[in-house]
């Protein structure tokens, strides 16, 4: 039978485990530029991104740009193993017309995308929030040593123990309102563009690296630019810190009050503000993550094929 990486979702563990391969390989290669599209989303910033970096690395030293990777690699491992092995399964369920030899429509992956983009926000929002306060410390090397640091972990801890649960799921609605349809964007413009870049490749699984690189890195810039305004409000509503014990009402008191008070005193440019960056990085991360994805795939089922034919030979 033909091979194509849907056809797997019978075999539970298999996208499981190339999308935890898929998801460190993207986190490493973007996350510089993320840290950058954080920062360039901050009120207080007036650099353009390249004076950003260049500011970053004279004062804080390079390794600021990999600030706070640690929670990351390991959530976003796990995060991106759950995404791909839902999104399998939720395509198939949503193409019920197919009988399991052809790969499912685009209705079925843009549907299938946008519940997956919906269920990975509870695992996802508290990973980003500790993510965006760890990037947003601004200690110079001549202040503090490397290993005082806050890690990851204890900046969990010290959300929890100043604003509660409710706390470490800031953010939680509006990064809902982004994942869903950002992901149903995300999936439709893979398969879409891997499909005419090498005709047929969703059945036979056979494209180039080059194609997965192209359609994934073209995914990831679809899923930033439709819903970049959602982001920028996201990371500033995560970013502010409120105590259950503080009296003083936080600068944002929820979505709408964000975007509102953003536009009036930035203009709305601020809601496209660090997409260039964003898009940059959107493009590398994903062309790594779906290379990576596919080709953990094919190796795993390839591995497989080949101790099942071992075990055949032993057996006779």
């Not at 954080?38 to 004076?51: E, H, K, M, V």
């Not at 549907?111 to 200690?139: D, W």
Request: net charge positive.
């Amino acid at each position: 039978m033909d091979f194509w990486p849907e056809f797997l979702a019978s075999s539970w563990g298999k996208e499981f485990v190339a999308g935890g391969f898929g998801g460190m390989a993207g986190v490493v290669s973007g996350y510089p530029l993320d840290t950058l599209r954080i920062r360039l989303q901050q009120p207080s910033n007036t650099r353009s991104a390249f004076g950003l970096l260049r500011h970053i690395v004279a004062s804080e030293g390079p390794s600021a740009l990999y600030r706070g990777m640690g929670a990351p690699v390991a959530s976003v491992a796990f995060q991106n193993a759950i995404v791909f092995q839902v999104y399998a399964v939720l395509s198939r369920a949503f193409d019920s017309s197919t009988d399991g030899t052809e790969p499912p429509s685009y209705k079925s992956v843009a549907l299938a995308g946008f519940g997956t983009g919906a269920l990975q926000t509870l695992l996802l929002s508290p990973v980003e929030l500790v993510k965006i306060r760890l990037q947003l410390s601004t200690n110079a090397r001549s202040h503090q040593l490397p290993n005082h640091q806050p890690s990851p972990l204890s900046v969990a801890k010290g959300i929890l123990r100043r604003e509660g649960v409710r706390g470490i799921y800031r953010g939680l609605t509006i990064t809902a309102l982004r994942d869903a349809p950002a992901h149903g964007f995300y999936f439709w413009t893979y398969e879409y563009a891997r499909e005419h870049l090498h005709p047929g490749c969703r059945k036979s699984g056979q494209e180039s690296l080059r194609t997965m690189l192209v359609a994934g890195g073209l995914a990831g810039v679809a899923s930033w630019v439709c819903c970049y305004p959602f982001d920028v409000v996201k990371t500033r509503l995560q970013a502010q810190t409120q105590s259950q014990w503080d009296r003083s009402p936080p600068k944002y008191r929820g979505i709408i009050d964000c975007f509102q008070k953003s536009v009036q005193e930035e203009g709305y440019r601020v809601l496209w503000r660090g997409l260039g960056t964003a898009v940059t990085r959107a493009f590398v991360v994903n062309g790594a993550i779906f290379s990576a994805y596919e080709l953990s795939l094919r190796c795993i089922y390839s591995n497989n094929n080949h101790a099942s034919v071992q075990t055949e030979e032993n057996s006779l």
